[in-house]
C-alpha cells in the first residue's frame, strides 16, 4: 500500500479556522455596536420622558385648579410635544437617523419608545439587512408637600448656666 499524500490539509483548516474567527469578530463588534445604540437610546428616552412629565404636568390645569396633593394631571398633547422638542433639542434625530418616538400616557405616567435602525459595522452572510432597536423611558411626577417653616428661637434650655 502507497502512503496517502496530505500535503496541504493543514491550510484547508487554517483557512476554515481564520473564517470562523472572521466571523466570531464581526459577531462581538456588532453586538458592541448594538448594546451602545442601545445604551444611548435609553438615555435619550430616560430625558425624553422625563421632559415630557415635567412640561406636561404644567399646563392651565395646573394653574387654574392648583397642585393636586398627590400626581400632577398630564396633558397627553403638552406630553408628545414637551417630547418632540427634547428630541429636536438634543440631536436625537440627527445622532439616531430614522428614530421614531411614541408618547404613551397612563395613571400619572409618561412612557416613551424610542426605535432606531441600527448601522452594524460588519455584516455576515444570513444577517438581516436592516435590523432595528429600541428603548423605552418612563417618568411620573408628584407633587411635594411644602416643607415644613423651621422654628426660630434658642435650643438651648432656660435653666442652663
Known amino acids: 500500500m502507497a502512503p496517502r499524500d496530505e500535503a496541504g490539509q493543514a491550510t484547508v483548516m487554517i483557512v476554515g479556522f481564520a473564517a470562523v474567527l472572521a466571523m466570531l469578530v ?21 430625558g425624553a420622558a422625563l421632559r415630557g412629565a415635567d412640561l406636561g404636568a404644567s399646563g392651565r390645569e395646573t394653574y387654574a385648579g392648583g397642585v393636586p396633593p398627590e400626581r ?3 396633558t397627553a398633547a403638552a406630553a408628545r410635544a414637551a417630547v418632540g422638542a427634547y428630541l429636536v433639542e438634543t440631536g436625537a434625530h440627527r445622532r439616531y437617523p430614522g428614530l421614531r418616538y411614541q408618547v ?17 459595522p460588519l455584516t455576515m452572510p444570513g444577517s438581516p439587512e436592516r435590523a432595528s432597536i429600541g428603548a423605552v423611558g418612563s417618568a411620573v411626577v408628584v407633587a411635594d408637600a411644602p416643607a415644613p417653616e423651621p422654628t426660630t428661637g434658642s435650643s438651648i434650655p432656660p435653666d442652663a448656666p
Open 26 to 46: 464581526a459577531t462581538v463588534v456588532d453586538a458592541s455596536a448594538a448594546y451602545l445604540q442601545r445604551q444611548g437610546l435609553d438615555t435619550v428616552a430616560d
Open 72 to 74: 400632577l394631571q398630564l
Open 104 to 120: 404613551g400616557l397612563g395613571d400619572g405616567r409618561v412612557s416613551v419608545r424610542l426605535d432606531a435602525p441600527l448601522d452594524l
